[in-house]
């Protein structure tokens, strides 16, 4: 079979000419097998390294390790007789989880327990796959290093293990991906650099983290790969940064302050996109359980000194209209970075309404990264509260990871009631969606008009909350609190769909199909 040769083109024409060079780089050197990784002799000056000391109030971990049995992504699994660090019956990502060494972090995790899985690892090291890639290496090496300051730990076996995946990152750092993946990169090498008080590890760490927080972070404050669980990640590693630097006086130049600049922004971020009930929007790939909670975080900011910033939803494209009994969180933005989309979805003007502080329109989640039908339906254009054109994605998602042609924002006008705004996702037929809001104290209006092309079929999808209860009365569709009369749709359909509550966890739920012509109009009434 040969390859759907437009779609790659679409997928890779977007890539910075850095990334590719660096996928043949690492391709090449690997075939030939050209890198040696040495552990360090005994010794070496670095088997003696300051244990850094952090704040306490670096938040914990709720438990994924009780009694021998590993909990990742709500699947559980028990190693009787040893562990398996290669263990792959739940998927690379449960994978990744297990290597990850977030367990660590636990209130109830002992100091025996722990250095025993250390220990652990360290043995089987030489045969673990997935666990040796730098992502991974990245979280554990932080993970065991926070975990040894909080018990005030020396010990030359672990440090000789960290030192040689510290030399295994540096030969693997991951320009060919970028994005968060280079972020945790940079993390990483500051932890290491303090630990070690090695010159070459915070060197890089500090050339890769400010050139990529200054790109990543956007002038709004959020995480340019536009994902709240990725967001709030993000802001936990510049909080551990903060709080490693400014409790270990080793360098005293600029990356603090950009540091500390970063999260007030970031901060800022988090309280602009909040519902009132403290949740974040689930939009793109947002799961719950994955990272720490947003009051969490802001608690960790304000016991470490960060003001949170007042910012305006701008550049990340959201946009967020509240009043008394409302919540509208709306996205009008273009996917996120052109050159890495993994996370995104084709979701381009979809929306979620909270009335009365509770959910009622909402996204759907994620429950798997795994490439399956289900990741490819939680990521299109039918699995969110848009309108799909002639059956097809807006942006073309595939693969578990990939996107060809994407949807950009053409136009947007906007004020306080009204915001108006248009898409060419579906340019190559010719078509331009114009998705247009009116606030009013009591109602949304929601315009949609198709123009231009061939229009074979065009359905508008809403997506419900579990347990809300949905009905179709003629032109409308009713729940408890909503009264939304459709002019222009032709069929309204009642059916289910699967909200995914949180990795591997779905619930079904009401959805609503309407199949609509060039212009329709829906009036949200708040009841």
Same mark, same amino acid.
């Given at each position: 079979?040969?390859?759907?040769?437009?779609?790659?083109?679409?997928?890779?024409?977007?890539?910075?000419?850095?990334?590719?060079?660096?996928?043949?780089?690492?391709?090449?050197?690997?075939?030939?097998?050209?890198?040696?990784?040495?552990?360090?002799?005994?010794?070496?000056?670095?088997?003696?390294?300051?244990?850094?000391?952090?704040?306490?109030?670096?938040?914990?971990?709720?438990?994924?390790?009780?009694?021998?049995?590993?909990?990742?992504?709500?699947?559980?699994?028990?190693?009787?007789?040893?562990?398996?660090?290669?263990?792959?019956?739940?998927?690379?990502?449960?994978?990744?989880?297990?290597?990850?060494?977030?367990?660590?972090?636990?209130?109830?995790?002992?100091?025996?327990?722990?250095?025993?899985?250390?220990?652990?690892?360290?043995?089987?090291?030489?045969?673990?796959?997935?666990?040796?890639?730098?992502?991974?290496?990245?979280?554990?090496?932080?993970?065991?290093?926070?975990?040894?300051?909080?018990?005030?730990?020396?010990?030359?076996?672990?440090?000789?293990?960290?030192?040689?995946?510290?030399?295994?990152?540096?030969?693997?750092?991951?320009?060919?991906?970028?994005?968060?993946?280079?972020?945790?990169?940079?993390?990483?090498?500051?932890?290491?650099?303090?630990?070690?008080?090695?010159?070459?590890?915070?060197?890089?760490?500090?050339?890769?983290?400010?050139?990529?927080?200054?790109?990543?972070?956007?002038?709004?404050?959020?995480?340019?790969?536009?994902?709240?669980?990725?967001?709030?990640?993000?802001?936990?590693?510049?909080?551990?940064?903060?709080?490693?630097?400014?409790?270990?006086?080793?360098?005293?130049?600029?990356?603090?302050?950009?540091?500390?600049?970063?999260?007030?922004?970031?901060?800022?971020?988090?309280?602009?996109?909040?519902?009132?009930?403290?949740?974040?929007?689930?939009?793109?790939?947002?799961?719950?359980?994955?990272?720490?909670?947003?009051?969490?975080?802001?608690?960790?900011?304000?016991?470490?000194?960060?003001?949170?910033?007042? @910012?305006?939803? !701008?550049? *990340?494209? &959201?946009?967020?209209?509240?009043?008394?009994? /409302? $919540?509208?969180?709306?996205?009008?933005? +273009?996917?996120?970075?052109?050159?890495?989309?993994?996370?995104?979805?084709?979701?381009?003007?979809?929306?979620?309404?909270?009335?009365?502080?509770?959910?009622?329109? @909402?996204?759907? !989640?994620? *429950?798997? &990264?795994?490439?399956?039908?289900?990741?490819? /339906? $939680?990521?299109?254009?039918?699995?969110? +509260?848009?309108?799909?054109?002639?059956?097809?994605?807006?942006?073309?998602?595939?693969?578990?990871?990939?996107?060809?042609?994407?949807?950009?924002?053409?136009?947007?006008?906007?004020?306080?009631?009204?915001?108006?705004?248009?898409?060419?996702?579906?340019?190559?037929?010719?078509?331009?969606?114009?998705?247009?809001?009116?606030?009013?104290?009591?109602?949304?209006?929601?315009?949609?008009?198709?123009?231009?092309?061939?229009?074979?079929?065009?359905?508008?999808?809403?997506?419900?909350?579990?347990?809300?209860?949905?009905?179709?009365?003629?032109?409308?569709?009713?729940?408890?609190?909503?009264?939304?009369?459709?002019?222009?749709?032709?069929?309204?359909?009642?059916?289910?769909?699967?909200?995914?509550?949180?990795?591997?966890?779905?619930?079904?739920?009401?959805?609503?199909?309407?199949?609509?012509?060039?212009?329709?109009?829906?009036?949200?009434?708040?009841?």
């Amino acid at each position: 079979m040969y390859p759907d040769i437009p779609l790659y083109y679409h997928t890779l024409k977007y890539l910075k000419l850095r990334q590719v060079a660096y996928r043949l780089y690492y391709l090449i050197r690997n075939k030939l097998g050209a890198v040696n990784y040495t552990i360090l002799k005994r010794s070496d000056q670095r088997e003696q390294p300051i244990v850094p000391l952090l704040c306490p109030g670096a938040p914990t971990l709720t438990s994924c390790y009780e009694e021998d049995v590993f909990t990742f992504l709500n699947l559980s699994y028990r190693f009787d007789d040893r562990i398996d660090w290669n263990f792959s019956e739940y998927g690379k990502l449960w994978t990744y989880n297990l290597t990850y060494f977030d367990y660590l972090q636990q209130e109830s995790m002992t100091k025996a327990k722990g250095m025993a899985l250390i220990y652990d690892f360290i043995k089987q090291s030489e045969d673990i796959r997935d666990g040796m890639m730098p992502f991974p290496i990245s979280l554990r090496t932080v993970n065991w290093i926070r975990f040894l300051s909080r018990y005030q730990i020396a010990d030359p076996v672990v440090n000789r293990s960290l030192y040689s995946q510290y030399q295994k990152l540096m030969e693997n750092l991951e320009y060919h991906i970028m994005g968060n993946h280079l972020l945790e990169n940079g993390f990483s090498l500051l932890f290491g650099a303090y630990f070690f008080r090695d010159e070459k590890l915070y060197s890089k760490a500090k050339e890769i983290l400010e050139a990529e927080l200054d790109e990543q972070i956007l002038s709004d404050g959020a995480h340019f790969e536009l994902t709240p669980m990725y967001h709030l990640i993000m802001l936990q590693r510049v909080l551990d940064s903060i709080n490693l630097i400014t409790n270990n006086l080793w360098k005293t130049d600029t990356l603090l302050d950009m540091l500390r600049e970063k999260a007030s922004k970031m901060t800022g971020w988090i309280v602009a996109m909040q519902f009132k009930n403290g949740q974040l929007p689930r939009v793109n790939d947002t799961a719950e359980g994955i990272a720490l909670a947003p009051e969490r975080l802001l608690s960790y900011a304000k016991i470490m000194g960060i003001s949170v910033a007042e @910012v305006a939803l !701008g550049e *990340s494209g &959201y946009r967020k209209r509240t009043n008394d009994r /409302y $919540e509208c969180l709306l996205d009008v933005g +273009n996917i996120g970075p052109d050159y890495i989309p993994g996370h995104a979805h084709s979701d381009t003007f979809s929306f979620e309404l909270y009335v009365d502080g509770k959910p009622v329109i @909402v996204d759907t !989640g994620i *429950s798997t &990264y795994e490439n399956n039908a289900k990741r490819h /339906y $939680e990521r299109s254009t039918a699995a969110h +509260n848009t309108v799909e054109i002639n059956g097809k994605d807006q942006s073309r998602v595939w693969g578990a990871f990939r996107v060809a042609q994407r949807a950009q924002i053409v136009s947007l006008t906007e004020d306080s009631n009204v915001l108006s705004a248009t898409h060419d996702g579906y340019s190559d037929q010719g078509i331009l969606h114009t998705r247009k809001w009116e606030f009013d104290s009591g109602s949304i209006k929601i315009v949609d008009s198709i123009t231009g092309g061939e229009l074979s079929s065009a359905v508008s999808y809403l997506h419900f909350h579990p347990g809300i209860a949905v009905r179709i009365e003629g032109d409308s569709v009713v729940t408890p609190s909503l009264r939304i009369r459709y002019q222009g749709a032709e069929v309204l359909e009642l059916g289910e769909y699967e909200y995914a509550e949180a990795f591997n966890q779905c619930r079904k739920a009401p959805v609503i199909s309407a199949k609509i012509g060039r212009e329709s109009t829906m009036e949200v009434e708040i009841i």
